[in-house]
């Protein structure tokens, strides 16, 4: 058999067949998602055509081919398991010509300092993406080896363009790691878990560096501590992304005072770094903050204007800040003051913010370029206050799990709004919809004692899209439903009365929702009409689905594998 090209995905092998090992011919194998698949057979080594052995996201996966050295054709390996068993040591990379990404995970098992440095990572110059992983153990010495005199053995050319480190235990990293000429083509960097350390390499001076992250290291107080001349030297000079998480002693990115810094970092990501205190980063675009304090927040706004509007009473920035989220802030009852400074603001998110009650009105006025507002997971907040008027840019609104707040009767002023997803919030707020002008998009969950909607619901003759989820008591539609000419999409589920009701043909309501192109019920198409696609991007996808598009988007914790998964350079 001449097949070249093999690729399993999802499946659900525990071994890999030994049948696979017979073609003779086979140049590409991958395997992507094989959730259940531990091992490999030990005659894989017979594939001497082979060339690139993919794999990726098979967590249960215990180690790489036997003696896989033998593969001498072999171009590609991106992930590596180290085993303590002969022909399964680092060794077996040694005359390996490897090229693009290696994973090295498991040096914990390494056996010996010259192991590891018989992987020859320094001469395998077509590397361009390498990551270390030791397991997760609390010390640096694991089978007799120290963790320090591996990741100095492990020393790698120095084309890397990404390099990333997970769980190193060790307290202080290889002298190698501090040569700005080794690391100097470095574009992305991640270290992960890495909590013994005390200090990072002045990755500052990296000249093309452009994303960082850094999380879960207990003992740093700098990002970067290493000496800058404050006159002539600038730090981060190529920097976009910045992800700080789990740092709890952080104080500064940098410890020399008045040197120039992140001139073009556009996005900033911070997750429990409860002692950062920002400077003037006037050039970031996006900002997301998790777990700091009031303070964070004000040193931000106040540093990222100019002197003469930071002391204007009105208080406007002049900024580019567009996007900013903010979780899970304790003892936050309103957003401070300084936020009104960032008037170029388009994107606003608060979640889990429990205490969090208001928006002074003051605030609204000078958001007025906000486009995005979410408000998520704030259970005490308080009515909304008649400053939603000032919000005429407006254009999609999301509220979830907010079971005191309400809509002000002036939303007739929000001319751009064309969004609308509420999801377990106060029956209440459902009146607050009447008048909206030009809304598109309704997205309604999770309102468990409704038995019925509002007849203002049959008015809003704009709407295109309507998504209803779990309202298990709901009975029928308003009578004026027919009205609502433009609806091209009608989903409804976990609902079972209604349900009932909208069944095609028969339902006693099917009449009122019979001129609508695509209507489902629990997913299933009830219309046999030719779909027409809405205007709005996105307007397909059900509240549940957005819902977890935000968690993902915004979810920057997320494990060391697909992190660098994501990672293409």
Not at 119 to 136: E, F, P, Q, T
Not at 276 to 296: D, F
Not at 353 to 374: A, G, I, K, V
Not at 436 to 444: G, T
Request: glycine share 6%; charged share 20%; with cysteine.
């Amino acid at each position: 058999m001449h097949l070249r090209y093999l690729e399993l995905y999802k499946s659900d092998i525990k071994t890999l067949p030994a049948s696979v090992c017979r073609l003779q011919k086979l140049q590409t194998l991958k395997l992507e998602g094989c959730d259940y698949l531990s091992s490999f057979p030990k005659q894989l080594t017979q594939l001497h055509d082979l060339r690139h052995l993919v794999i990726i996201a098979c967590q249960r996966l215990t180690s790489t081919p036997f003696r896989i050295g033998e593969l001498t054709c072999l171009k590609t390996l991106t992930t590596f398991i180290v085993g303590s068993k002969n022909g399964f040591g680092l060794a077996e990379l040694h005359n390996l010509q490897l090229g693009g990404k290696l994973h090295i995970k498991g040096l914990q098992k390494v056996l010996n300092e010259e192991d590891a440095r018989k992987a020859n990572l320094i001469g395998k110059k077509d590397l361009n993406r390498l990551y270390l992983s030791w397991g997760g153990y609390a010390n640096s010495q694991v089978g007799g080896v120290d963790a320090e005199r591996v990741l100095e053995a492990l020393e790698p050319h120095s084309g890397l363009k990404s390099f990333g480190v997970q769980s190193f235990m060790g307290t202080q990293f290889p002298p190698w790691m501090r040569n700005t000429s080794i690391l100097k083509g470095l574009v992305h960097i991640i270290f992960y878990g890495c909590k013994n350390c005390r200090q990072l390499p002045p990755f500052g001076k990296l000249p093309c560096l452009t994303n960082l992250h850094v999380s879960g290291m207990r003992d740093i107080k700098y990002i970067d501590d290493d000496f800058y001349e404050p006159a002539t030297e600038k730090a981060f000079m190529s920097l976009k992304k910045l992800t700080l998480c789990d740092l709890p002693n952080l104080e500064k990115v940098l410890e020399v005072e008045g040197v120039e810094m992140l001139p073009q970092l556009l996005k900033l990501h911070i997750t429990d770094v409860p002692k950062l205190a920002l400077q003037s980063l006037p050039s970031v675009e996006s900002l997301s903050v998790s777990g700091g304090n009031e303070e964070l927040l004000k040193s931000f706004s106040y540093n990222n204007c100019s002197k003469d509007v930071a002391s204007s009473s009105r208080g406007i920035a002049s900024n580019n800040l567009k996007s900013l989220r903010i979780e899970d802030f304790d003892g936050l009852k309103e957003l401070p003051v300084e936020l009104s400074r960032l008037s170029a603001l388009e994107s606003l998110t608060i979640t889990y913010c429990d205490e969090m009650e208001s928006f002074s009105e003051h605030l609204l006025q000078c958001l007025s370029s906000l486009r995005t507002l979410t408000i998520n997971g704030c259970g005490r907040f308080k009515p909304l206050s008649n400053g939603m008027r000032h919000l005429t840019c407006l254009e999609t609104l999301h509220i979830r799990y907010c079971l005191q707040l309400v809509f002000p009767h002036n939303m007739n002023s929000l001319t751009s709004l064309r969004r609308l997803l509420l999801w377990n919030c106060n029956e209440n707020i459902l009146d607050g919809i009447e008048g909206i002008p030009s809304l598109q998009k309704l997205s309604l969950y999770h309102f468990p004692s409704l038995t019925s909607l509002p007849d203002c619901l049959g008015a809003m003759t704009s709407l295109q899209v309507l998504d209803i989820y779990e309202f298990p008591n709901l009975k029928s539609l308003p009578d004026n439903f027919q009205q609502l000419q433009n609806l091209q999409y009608l989903s409804i589920g976990r609902c079972p009365k209604l349900e009932k009701r909208c069944k095609r043909g028969k339902g006693e309501d099917w009449h009122k929702i019979a001129h609508i192109p695509q209507v489902e019920l629990n997913f299933k198409l009830q219309s046999d009409a030719e779909p027409t696609k809405p205007t709005i991007s996105e307007d397909k996808l059900p509240a549940c689905g957005q819902f977890m598009e935000v968690l993902i988007k915004y979810n920057v914790q997320r494990d060391f594998d697909s992190m660098i998964e994501d990672i293409d350079v």
